[in-house]
């Protein structure tokens, strides 16, 4: 039960505002409701959108780690000012991509962000809790952060319909998403150095030994070890398929009947359309986060996390038949999103109740490669069998691979439940 006095301590915060702000800025991707859409207009194929995603991935899972020892020996806050240099660099290829080998340069800088970001940002936070002894308001604090964000993407997918609506092409939505990443730049200069706990004096040695040494503690338990697979499969199924929403839509929209009525720009419809549905799934999927809190106090935090990964199975299975349905596929979006950020909090709650808190970020970092190299094998089996046979086999064929895996990594409460 959460402490009232304490709640609203942390609502008013100065730096728990910041780090709202931090994610709502991040999620200013006003690209993001088009890319899938913008890339098959580049005249790639679903395989090769796999495969751009795919090296996102391998350039993130290299990363990674090195990053999150980075961050843990010699600062975050330093990691995080080349994270966002890395994805400006990114956004300025996209924006001149003609074809697959200039939106493969821009995947590798977008992965070179992403390697320097995940984990770096969210060991902070704890930082900060553990230095207000906060502590045990994980779930709270960062489901709150995390709603910021993608209240974020859903005003970013509202603006990115006025940007396509008054810009010469699609490619100039890629620089006005190198706005808010600046102001995120300097947003990070402000954070406090108590903050950015460093392991200072040790030396190669050392490091290799602490990465042995949290691998294998992630292999000798099985229970964390079922915990980080079972999220990355999660995640990563997700990830694979997300946009696939785009050109379901797409499609859908084009043969419409009402649309073929009247004398419009159908691509510029189409534009709309899907600026308004990620809008309408970030903005109630921010609610799904800011209150996932409340969900542990019906059930124990494992036991919602396996509900959840079957749910997804469900859902997926469903929306394999549903595919010339537009507003069915809205909907099952929908709740995939709602269902993944109502998760995420949880995830993380209970994962760093089993790390070193000095070592957060390298953990974190450890937690998202296993989550990317899964992404690796997922995001290109998935476009080619979407390619060869549609869309409907590969999203049945995934949820068949997230049974098969959720056989080998259900989570037991009785062993890892943590006082909260």
């Avoid at 806050?77 to 080998?101: D, G, P, R």
């Amino acid at each position: 039960m959460l402490n009232p006095q304490i709640k609203n301590e942390i609502l008013k915060d100065r730096q728990i505002i910041k780090f709202k702000l931090y994610g709502f800025f991040k999620n200013l991707k006003f690209f993001e409701p088009f890319l899938l859409i913008f890339l098959l207009a580049n005249n790639l194929s679903l395989l090769q959108i796999g495969l751009l995603i795919a090296i996102r991935e391998i350039v993130v899972n290299v990363f990674e780690i090195p990053s999150g020892i980075i961050a843990d020996y010699y600062g975050k806050k330093k990691e995080l000012y080349f994270c966002f240099l890395f994805y400006i660099i990114s956004f300025i290829f996209f924006f001149f991509t003609n074809c697959f080998l200039v939106a493969a340069i821009a995947m590798i800088f977008y992965g070179l962000g992403d390697a320097f970001r995940s984990g770096t940002h969210k060991a902070l936070i704890f930082n900060y809790l553990d230095l207000k002894n906060w502590t045990l308001y994980k779930t709270f604090v960062y489901g709150r952060t995390r709603g910021a964000s993608l209240i974020g993407s859903a005003l970013s997918s509202l603006l990115a319909i006025v940007f396509i609506l008054n810009m010469p092409s699609t490619n100039y939505i890629f620089l006005a998403s190198i706005i808010p990443y600046i102001l995120d730049f300097f947003l990070i200069l402000s954070y406090p150095k108590e903050i950015d706990s460093k392991i200072h004096k040790l030396g190669k040695t050392n490091i290799q030994d602490t990465l042995k040494s949290m691998l294998k503690n992630i292999f000798k338990k099985k229970q964390l070890r079922s915990l980080i697979v079972s999220n990355s499969m999660f995640e990563a199924s997700i990830a694979s398929i997300k946009d696939y929403v785009q050109p379901i839509l797409q499609t859908a929209l084009l043969s419409s009947t009402f649309i073929a009525a009247y004398n419009v720009d159908k691509n510029m419809i189409v534009k709309i359309v899907l600026g308004i549905t990620y809008s309408i799934i970030y903005l109630i999927s921010s609610i799904g986060s800011r209150g996932a809190y409340k969900l542990i106090k019906y059930k124990s935090r494992q036991r919602l996390l396996n509900i959840m990964y079957l749910l997804l199975v469900v859902l997926l299975i469903i929306l394999s038949f549903s595919i010339k349905s537009p507003y069915l596929v809205i909907l099952l979006f929908l709740l995939i999103y709602l269902m993944r950020d109502s998760r995420k909090p949880i995830f993380v709650d209970v994962v760093d109740d089993n790390m070193d808190k000095k070592e957060r970020a390298t953990m974190l970092s450890i937690v998202s490669q296993i989550k990317s190299a899964f992404i690796i094998i997922l995001a290109p089996l998935m476009g080619f069998i979407a390619d060869k046979f549609g869309l409907s086999y590969s999203l049945i064929t995934l949820s068949f691979i997230l049974l098969i895996t959720f056989s080998f990594t259900f989570l037991k409460s009785s062993k890892m439940e943590c006082n909260l």
